[in-house]
């Protein structure tokens, strides 16, 4: 079965450290993958996704991931981060079969930023 | 920007009783879902619509009813609510299903 997992349920990092959240997905054919984030009190929005093409996608607020077919992973990355990053970062997986598609979510990370 | 609007913004509902939650998007959107998170997990879809006036089932349909009068408008439906449906529930839309989802802000539900 298609899976996604986030191993670290909880992140702390000191604002202008480096970032990296990591996924590691489950699936038999190139998968389309995403990041989403959710803000306290907020629904998720979606930070970058791949589908193809170049390894690296760039996303919103300076965020960028690395999809690896190799590893199966696709991990989210930011050079410097700020105190409002703080927040829960899904990385999802869109799985295909039968016709059917499915968004499966990993079960998040919890990022804190320590000023 | 996309607009996905839930309502209410939180319900204290009692064991049993009839809960709806609506949903409303204005993007002109095809597919709408229902997610459930639970704390410490990831979004779980309970049911979905590509087409007014049909609903599909997702991950966990039991206990749960949908209901799409329109493009519009999308509710779910807990006719015999139970502790266990505490959480909080997320309205979604899209142009179809392998695109990026948009969220409204979510429904905190408390069933006592």
């Known amino acids: 079965a298609q899976s996604v997992t986030q191993p670290d349920a909880r992140v702390t990092v000191s604002e202008g450290a480096s970032l990296q959240l990591r996924c590691k997905y489950s699936y038999s054919a190139t998968p389309y993958l995403f990041w989403y984030v959710q803000y306290p009190r907020q629904g998720l929005q979606m930070l970058l996704k791949?589908?193809?093409?170049?390894?690296v996608v760039q996303g919103v607020n300076g965020f960028e991931a690395e999809f690896s077919k190799s590893d199966s992973s696709f991990h989210l990355r930011k050079a410097s981060v700020h105190w409002s990053d703080s927040a829960v970062y899904f990385c999802?997986?869109?799985?295909?079969?039968?016709?059917?598609?499915?968004?499966?979510f990993g079960s998040g990370t919890q990022l804190t930023v320590m000023p | 920007e996309a607009a996905v609007t839930q309502s209410p913004r939180s319900k204290v509902a009692v064991t049993g009783g009839k809960v709806t939650l609506s949903c409303h998007q204005t993007n002109n959107h095809d597919y709408m879902y229902w997610y459930r998170q639970d704390t410490g997990h990831g979004l779980r879809l309970i049911h979905y619509s590509y087409v007014a006036d049909s609903t599909e089932k997702g991950d966990i349909p039991d206990g749960y009813k949908a209901s799409r009068p329109s493009q519009e408008n999308f509710s779910l439906i807990l006719e015999l609510a139970s502790l266990s449906q505490t959480a909080v529930y997320f309205c979604a839309s899209n142009y179809w299903r392998a695109e990026t989802l948009y969220f409204g802000s979510g429904t905190r539900l408390t069933v006592l």
């Open positions: 791949y589908y193809s093409g170049d390894p």
């Open positions: 999802a997986v869109i799985s295909a079969s039968s016709g059917s598609w499915q968004l499966i």
